[in-house]
């Protein structure tokens, strides 16, 4: 690359050598005036005469120093105001390693006006971008930081979608947007913001073929193409769809919408964003296994009694503030010990299996269903009263009825006896008397044959409690 000519630097300052190279100058054209002059026809001895060449290095000098004073009077102000204005940026920048922001009102102290087409206004315009890059650099650092910090401490999968979609939406500029995951096989919506027919989206081959192929997408929409089945408040000019994935492995998608064409800043801030939102999903999805596996009955796959007794304490807690019903069915495999000591452990195992299998087959979405210890069950159902507590359990008692267990040649037949008690039917004080009474209620279905379903009314509890007393030798 060829070099601009620069003059030899002879001192520590500029405008000392400029003083010193126009005074130079101003000699050189002094003793070169004389000369000149006769060629212009003055005669010699009027020219060539000490007086002269004074009066010429003088008039040499006068100029030579009226152009130092141009110069300095010139340019001094517009290198004293760059001088200063990155005096400000390093105060700033200092400022905001400790408080982490590039206020909009020191950006603005910082720059300078650019009156010039010349080196000095292309000196001040890439001063007034090194700034705004300086800003925007902080900027970025600072939304990384707080989507870092946002995603680190949440590893609810629910709550981490919300907070992220909102980060993202903020610090990329985007009007819309949703998250998807992989759930067994489909895409599930995690957060929607925006976002008219989030659920409905979740079906499109296009976001599932994104997250297989693992790339991101861009759809272009024109102005007069109608959107509004997609979008609300707003038109979109753009969506982007970003796969989520962790070490290869797809998670999901991030569907965004902008009212603008995608700036090459904002696709580069999404990109930086995906990777933190994989890996905070990664990890939110992990911890949600790994809490579900502690929630449920490792044979069975029903919800275990530990879990059982915390999620009947809050629904009861709920039925009472919100005035609604709950029931509470207990249930367990009639001669379940003779099914063991008869076909072995493991035909009991698959047996307890099945039983499971077949009560989710009637259960209710939000009804709970809890392996309560052995070949005991119970079922939570929320706004169930008694009559309905007792449909689902008839419903329970016929399906397992029904049902056939093959050991080699032998055909296995079971049933279960049921109690059924709901609340405020029943005036419990507390989740522990709902569930004893639905206790009791079983104890009095085995006393009447097994393989049927009972309840209790208020006037049967003492005398119910002492025949379970009585009778809990007997097993089942």
Known sequence: MEKDFAMPRLTSRVFTDLAIWMAAFGI???????????????????????????????????????????????LRPRLKMLAERMGTVEGALKKSVYENHFSAREHNKCFIEVDSEDE????????NGLVTTLKRSREVEHAAQAFAQALSSDLDL????????????????????????????RLALLANQAIANGESLAQSNFLRETMRTDREATIHLPLDVEVDALLTRFRPQEIMIVPLDY??????????????????????????????????????????????????????????????MKRLKEEFNRAQRDRAPLG??????????????????????????????????????????????GEEFMLLLPGASRNDSSHIADRLLRAVRE??????????????????????EFPAESAEVLLNRADEALYKAKRGGRDRLATLDS????????ARLEDADAGG
């Not at 006037?459 to 002492?466: A, L």
């Open 28 to 74: 050189a054209i002094g003793l070169v005036f004389p000369p000149f002059m006769t060629v212009l026809g003055l005669p010699a001895e009027a020219v060539f005469t000490p007086l002269f060449y004074t009066a010429s290095i003088l008039a040499g000098m006068f100029a030579a120093v009226a152009n130092y004073l141009l110069a300095r009077t010139v």
């Open 120 to 127: 000095l206004g292309e000196a001040a315009s890439a001063f």
């Open 158 to 185: 629910e709550s981490l979608g919300e907070r992220a979609l909102a980060l993202v939406r903020r610090y990329a500029g985007m009007q819309a947007g949703a998250i998807y995951v992989e759930q067994e096989g």
């Open 247 to 308: 070490n290869k492995q797809p998670l999901g998608v991030l569907l965004l919408a902008s009212a603008e064409p995608f700036s090459e800043d904002s696709r580069r801030l999404i990109e930086l964003f995906r990777q933190g939102l994989s890996l905070a999903v990664n990890n939110a999805v992990i911890h949600s296994q790994i809490q579900k596996i502690a929630l449920l009955d490792p044979l069975t796959g029903a919800y275990n009694r530990r879990f059982g």
């Open 328 to 373: 509470v069915v207990m249930f367990d495999i009639d001669h379940f010990k003779s099914v063991n000591d008869t076909y072995g452990h493991m035909v009991g195992d698959r047996v307890l299996v099945e039983i499971h299998r077949r009560a989710e087959e009637v259960l209710r979405e939000g009804d709970v269903l809890v392996r309560y210890g």
């Open 403 to 424: 049902a056939r267990f093959e050991d080699d040649d032998q055909l296995i037949r079971v049933t279960v006896s049921a109690g059924v008690c709901a609340y405020p």
């Open 459 to 466: 006037t049967e509890s003492e005398h119910e409690r002492q």
